[in-house]
């Protein structure tokens, strides 16, 4: 049997909070074995943007990034976040280092095709975008690898993407290695039959359990896109995909998924 290697997914406001971001990450030394954290900003890009009279521009749950925006959401993620994150982690005794997809082309993307809307500097994660051998050779080297939502596309452009989808991606590439736990951590205990009620979290969601959910639309807004990328990661591979709170990734209460 492989190594366990768990990969935690962090978004939503906690990452701007820095009180709950350093709550998260001593929770997280406490985690043992190889890690690699991942981490959105979506919120704080919104009010930074809103800040710099540029307003905040998602469709299906993606930012049309234009270069002006490309160059903010930069700053902010593969910035200040990513560094925020990196020392905070080293406050707390884990040797992190912050990485975009371009540092050691360890995530090349694809510009996202125009169609029927331009995203703009958005990149998708093709098959073969994720450089294993680097990060097998930095967890190897007991450090813990810490990716922002900036990738590349290997001719010079940087490019803003998903930062679930780099975690979904990242597990499932990482799955011919490792026995792969991917959790992702947000505000809410799991995953809720009522969004307004913390204490209904489902235990247990099956994907026909997940199609019953969507049409009642118990589950909506950024959790839909959330559990796609990790049904996709459980149906290809990654052995365990866990859906909870990032300030109770030690306790019990979480949404596991789980094949039907
Ligand atoms: N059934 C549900 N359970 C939990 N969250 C839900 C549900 N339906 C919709 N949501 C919403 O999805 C959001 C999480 O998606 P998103 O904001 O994209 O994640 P992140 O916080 O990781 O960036 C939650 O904050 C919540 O408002
Ligand atoms: C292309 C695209 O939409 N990129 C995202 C990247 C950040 C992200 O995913 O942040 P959360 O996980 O906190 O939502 C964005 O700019 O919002």
Do not use: W
């Not at 510009?111 to 958005?122: N, T």
């Not at 073969?128 to 810490?146: A, D, F, K, R, W």
């Amino acid at each position: 049997m492989s190594e366990v290697l768990k990969i935690f997914k962090i978004g939503g406001g906690i990452i701007d909070d820095t009180a709950q971001l350093s709550f998260f990450l001593s929770e997280l030394a406490r985690v043992g074995g190889k890690k690699i954290v991942v981490h959105g900003g979506g919120k704080g890009a919104n009010e930074l943007l809103t800040t710099l009279g540029m307003l905040p521009n998602m469709v299906n749950g993606r930012r049309i990034t234009d270069a002006a925006t490309l160059d903010v959401v930069t700053m902010f993620y593969a910035g200040k976040t990513n560094k925020q994150i990196v020392a905070l982690l080293q406050q707390v005794g884990v040797n992190a280092l912050g990485l975009s997809g371009a540092d050691g082309n360890v995530i090349r993307a694809i510009k996202r095709p125009v169609g029927e809307i331009d995203y703009g500097f958005v990149g998708d994660l093709p098959e073969q975008s994720i450089n294993t051998e680097l990060i097998q050779l930095l967890l190897e080297g007991n450090l813990t690898p810490v990716f922002c939502a900036i990738t590349h596309d290997g001719h010079g452009q940087l490019l803003n993407t998903n930062a679930d989808t780099i975690a979904s991606t990242l597990a499932r590439a990482l799955a011919h290695f490792y026995q792969v736990e991917l959790h992702f951590c947000f505000e809410k205990d799991g995953v809720l039959a009522d969004v307004n009620d913390e204490s209904s979290v489902i235990p247990q969601i099956t994907p026909s359990l997940y199609t019953d959910l969507k049409a009642s639309g118990a589950i909506a807004a950024g959790m839909l896109p959330k559990l796609e990328n990790a049904f996709a990661a459980l149906e290809a591979g990654v052995a365990k995909v866990i859906i909870e709170n990032a300030l109770k990734i030690n306790k019990p209460v979480k949404t596991i998924l789980c094949r039907d």
